[in-house]
């Protein structure tokens, strides 16, 4: 019964990445879609034979099926299958692997991870998702993959990108798996309230649509700890606040659980330890792993 109910899932997530590929690949006609039912997510219920219209490349029009449609689309009929509205991922890195993280990634040249965003971008769209948030890559290889997914060279979801994570010096979205005498990025590292601001500003002007930082360690660094604090209140804030100025959201990175090796970390009574509860005193409006913290 679970391996059915997992099936059913995976067929409603591919049939929704199979229309926007459809229609995104046939701008400037009218494609209709048919199949048996339809999740309505604002009533709350399954739509019996629905007749999906596309123009464009856009949904134009929701009826059912036998209403009046034209006589020039292209059709495709799912039946069987079950439609819904395409999926959102608020915490994605779509130019980054995981089979290749530490030390490993050095074997690459920077532009072979803007490759992997494209492989990456189709499996996503593939699997039913339509919008993701990437929060944090080199290069602004995100805003790249966007122009390019926008342009139609390669298809993919829609992407809000955030460019790189804020990180304090020797914190943890800085490098700090090297030796003194090797010269590392600090595109994005900056301290102090007003360095803050100014950084934010640089990652707005080259394309980022919400801001990450990370104001608190985390366990993929070598020189922090999960949830100590990295930034004060008073860079946090202006963080935040310079962010919010030029209309975009602030997103704070923060790590917790349990460490790989099966070490509890210690909280200290707050999601994020002191560092998590700095940022979101900082700001009422601040992404935190995909919730909007008020």
């Not at 700090?176 to 005498?181: D, I, Q, R």
């Amino acid at each position: 019964m679970r391996s059915k109910r997992k099936m059913k899932k995976t067929m409603m997530a591919v049939v929704t990445a199979g229309i926007a590929l459809a229609a995104g690949s046939a701008l400037g006609d009218t494609v209709i879609v048919t199949a048996d039912r339809m999740v309505d997510v604002l009533a709350g219920r399954m739509v019996p034979r629905p007749q999906i219209t596309i123009t464009d490349g856009r949904i134009s029009a929701v009826s059912t099926q036998g209403a009046p449609g034209d006589p020039n689309a292209r059709h495709i009929d799912l039946p069987g299958m079950t439609l819904l509205p395409g999926l959102i991922d608020m915490h994605v890195h779509l130019t980054s692997d995981p089979r290749f993280s530490g030390y490993n990634e050095l074997q690459f040249t920077d532009n072979f991870w803007t490759v992997v965003g494209v492989a990456n971008a189709k499996r996503t769209l593939e699997a039913g998702f339509t919008t993701v948030r990437n929060v944090g890559s080199a290069n602004f290889d995100d805003v790249a993959l966007k122009q390019g997914i926008e342009q139609g060279y390669v298809p993919g979801p829609r992407i809000v990108p955030a460019t790189y994570a804020i990180g304090a010096t020797g914190g943890h979205c800085d490098y700090t798996e090297f030796p003194p005498s090797i010269k590392t990025p600090a595109t994005a590292i900056a301290d102090g309230p007003e360095a803050l601001r100014a950084m934010v500003r640089k990652l707005r002007k080259y394309g980022a649509e919400v801001i990450k930082f990370c104001g608190t360690g985390g366990v993929l660094s070598k020189t922090d700890s999960a949830g100590a604090q990295q930034y004060s209140l008073e860079e946090m804030q202006a963080i935040v606040d310079e962010a919010h100025r030029l209309g975009l959201r602030a997103r704070h990175f923060r790590d917790q659980g349990r460490h790989p090796r099966g070490r509890r970390y210690d909280r200290t009574r707050e999601p994020g330890g002191p560092g998590g509860l700095r940022a979101r005193q900082a700001a009422r409006h601040l992404f935190r792993h995909g919730h909007l913290r008020r």
